[in-house]
């Protein structure tokens, strides 16, 4: 089979392609996902979990059709069937033409999505749900509380406007460069601010929800927003001194009530069916997406570590399938 790789290290790390791959094999429970599209994150070139698996072969966000079943499988899930899944941030491999999937990691694909826009959601999807929902512990009928998002018009901000607006009520404050600021009122959001503009943290007070997906300064001025009761979870990169239990947050000197969390988005089938069944009715749009053959794949990396780009990257696995027919 054909694959992208990763090679070199993190410190100069290179990105290429193999059509000699050898097609992995479903055991157990698991399930063989035929890729049609797979979603790039740019940032994985530098995350060590690639450089630690025997492939080299980089990709947690994929869609297809289910090709075979390990002999226990007892799910739902056909041969046949379109899905699309987030793989575990342990495993991965899903740039290829195959990849190995764990039934909690798959789920029914967006009927109204092509594979290209579907490879493109489900880690900016349950990204943004696991941190308004398990670590921000927003519950729907709270239309009094207010949640500030930074980076809100990055692929997990747009989702985490819509989340909280669309499906909780809250009132949304979103913080973006000012040329996205209609987009993201029509997604939801109640306050825009443009995070160019000197002191904005002095413009917005007592939010009883930070979700931060830029980190660093913008992370640290966030602590001025927030109620003293309030929390802030982030899932900025590189991940503040603070994560993985590594110490406390220097603010919480003088935020003491203040919670904080980073965390690690982790598979969930489930919400990520429920998230698919809401974009299938028109609850949440769709991402912008940038598809490029596989034979564009260092173009197609080097365009998905560009900052502010407006869409998401997906590799085309079958367009050369789809040209020779």
């Not at 992208?4 to 094999?25: A, C, F, V, Y």
């Not at 092509?114 to 670590?135: G, K, M, Y």
């Not at 009715?281 to 034979?295: T, Y």
Request: glycine share 10%; net charge negative.
């Amino acid at each position: 089979m054909k694959a992208i790789q990763i090679l070199g290290d993190i410190s100069s790390p290179e990105i290429t392609t193999n059509r000699s791959m050898i097609e992995p094999i479903p055991k157990g429970s698991e399930l063989l996902v035929k890729v049609h599209a797979a979603g790039i994150t740019g940032d994985e070139i530098i995350w060590p979990e690639p450089y630690a698996t025997p492939t080299r072969i980089p990709g947690h966000d994929i869609s297809g059709v289910i090709y075979s079943t390990g002999p226990d499988y007892q799910g739902p899930l056909r041969i046949g069937h379109e899905v699309f899944a987030f793989l575990g941030g342990d495993r991965g491999q899903g740039q290829a033409d195959y990849v190995i999937c764990l039934p909690s990691e798959v789920a029914p694909k967006p009927t109204t999505l092509s594979h290209a826009e579907a490879a493109a959601l489900p880690i900016p999807l349950l990204t943004a749900w696991e941190a308004l929902v398990d670590h921000g512990a927003l519950k729907t009928h709270e239309s009094g509380k207010r949640v500030l998002v930074t980076g809100a018009s990055g692929a997990v901000g747009t989702f985490a406007v819509q989340f909280a607006a669309r499906a909780f009520g809250v009132r949304v404050i979103a913080l973006a460069s000012s040329r996205n600021h209609e987009m993201l009122r029509r997604l939801g959001a109640s306050e825009v601010f443009d995070y160019g503009i000197i002191d904005w943290e002095k413009k917005i007070a007592d939010v009883d929800m930070v979700l931060d997906t830029v980190g660093g300064d913008i992370l640290k001025k966030t602590w001025e927003c927030v109620k003293d009761d309030g929390v802030i979870v982030t899932v900025g990169d590189p991940a503040p001194a603070w994560a993985f239990g590594r110490g406390q947050a220097e603010e919480c000197t003088d935020h003491p009530n203040v919670r904080y969390v980073h965390f690690i988005v982790s598979p969930n089938a489930e919400e990520l069916r429920k998230a698919g069944e809401m974009i299938d009715n028109g609850s949440l749009e769709k991402l912008a997406v940038k598809p490029f053959p596989f034979d564009e794949a260092k173009a197609a990396w080097d365009c998905a570590r560009q900052r502010n780009r407006g869409h998401k990257v997906v590799i085309d696995f079958i367009e050369e399938e789809s040209l020779s027919r």
